[in-house]
């Protein structure tokens, strides 16, 4: 069965980075786009960046342009939010999820990893 | 600005009919681009439930369906049942932000 599976979140002070993954199986990974969403303590879902199938096209929230960067490995069927110079607002459930075909809506979504900018 | 507008929260009682509405603008909904929705419960993941504007994905039980039109959207749940109890998003692409929106969300309750 399909799976998503979010990791890599914690605890980080103010201006520091973290890397999230996300590990999926039970399907061809390299045949999606995936996207990563946030969802800030007590607020709504929040889009953050999506990659192409093939990793050739990458788009960025305003929210998070120039800071976070979405990358894939195919090869390890694992998507990746590498998130530099972290926020207090960046703080939010992550969460990440496969695009059907970029028309039909994102039909899996992982559980989400808990990231918690704090100084 | 590019937002969808959701209200904050419906209600209705096991059995009842309920709808939530989603309005766009020009720059998503209204220009054609589809409207999906996802329930949601607070650290699940959440759950296609509406894809392409009116269509269910396989599970999907026939008491939700959606509609489009202009620039807004509804999702209709009818036979409340107490499990619809959830967070509702409603989700289109913007091409002003040349990126996805998601509405605020709306907490259905059944009384």
Redesign the interface.
Known sequence: QVQLVESGGGVVQPGTSLRLSCAASGFDFSNYGLHWVRQAPGKGLDWVAVIWHDGSDKYYADSVKGRFTISRDNSKSTLFLQMNSLRAEDTAMYYCARDVDGYNGWDYWGQGTLVTVSS | QSVLTQPPSVSGAPGQRVTISCTGSNSNIGSGY?V?W?Q?L???????LI??NN?R?SGVPDRFSGSKSGTSASLAITGLQAEDEA?Y?C?SFDSS?????????TKLTVL
């Open positions: 589809d999906h996802y949601h607070p650290g699940t993941a959440p759950k296609l894809y392409g269509k994905p967070d998003y989700q932000l040349l990126g996805w929106l998601f509405g605020a969300g």
